[in-house]
């Protein structure tokens, strides 16, 4: 048995639901702990290559 609808959804409904999927969200930045560069949390600098005050990748200038 499958799951019928009591109503048929508006047209309005409908798309104020859509428009959920296209808003544009900024990235969360934090600085980093050894060079003070903006990155994205739980990653790797991409200037220093350090994560969490280790350096885990080596990065060419």
Not at 23 to 43: D, Y
């Amino acid at each position: 048995m499958s799951i019928c609808p009591k109503g048929r959804t508006s047209k309005s409904k409908k798309n104020k639901r859509k428009a959920q999927s296209w808003k544009i969200v900024t990235p969360t930045l934090v600085v980093c702990s050894e060079c003070g560069e903006l990155m994205q949390p739980h990653r790797a600098c991409r200037k220093c290559g350090s994560y969490k005050k280790r350096t885990v990748v080596e990065v060419e200038d």
